[in-house]
């Protein structure tokens, strides 16, 4: 896979460009670089990968944090994250996807990119297939899942990408309330 295939796998899971993201398992940053293209200079994204080596890459461009994601981050109110090729290391992933449920603020998206099988290997496993990752989306909160790309694979026959939402979090406000103060709302001093 080159760059283009990699814009292409994400690109529709995107809604406008900006915002703040993080890339969970990044790597060398193939998908990061992706993302970056498809959200535009005006974005932050945060990639993550606990090899400090393979960080080096595009360190300077980015963000990075040298973390395991199945451990806490301090990452929240984010508008996406992307887990490409990543959560197929992860045996148990629903505490994971919990905790990026929380990351996200309400309506932030969650882009997978994975090999079509439920069967995995040495390298890969624990893959998931698209219809199982409906089922764990929703198990962990998520809304709105689709299916975005399917593309075929030398090594474990199919990838495909896929997007969820996160709906509004119990408890956090919603909607237009969390507004920033203009004209000095908050100091009462609004005409």
């Known amino acids: 896979m080159n760059h283009a295939d990699h814009v292409a796998l994400i690109e529709d899971g995107v809604e406008g460009r900006g915002g703040r993201w993080a890339d969970l398992g990044s790597g060398e940053g193939a998908f990061t670089l992706a993302l970056a293209d498809v959200l535009g200079p005006e974005a932050h994204i945060v990639a993550v990968d606990k090899d400090s080596h393979v960080l080096r890459a595009i360190a300077g461009r980015f963000e990075t944090r040298v973390a395991d994601f199945t451990r ?13 090729n990543s959560l197929h ?14 990351m996200l603020r309400e309506g932030g998206r969650l882009i997978v990119v994975e090999y079509g099988t ?18 764990m989306a929703a198990r962990a909160g998520f809304t709105g899942t689709r299916l975005l790309r399917t593309v075929p694979s030398r090594w474990l026959g199919s990838m495909y990408s896929a997007v969820s939402e996160a709906p509004p ?8 309330s969390r507004h920033l103060p203009m004209n000095g709302e908050e100091l009462g001093t609004s005409p």
């Open 72 to 84: 806490p981050l301090d990452l929240k109110d984010l508008d996406g994250v992307l887990m490409a």
């Open 118 to 135: 439920d069967r995995g290997n040495a390298w890969v496993p624990y893959p998931f297939s698209y219809q199982r990752w409906v089922t």
């Open 169 to 176: 979090h119990p408890g956090r406000p919603s909607g237009p």
């Open 89 to 102: 290391y992860v045996r148990d992933k629903e505490p994971v996807l919990t905790a990026v449920h929380a």
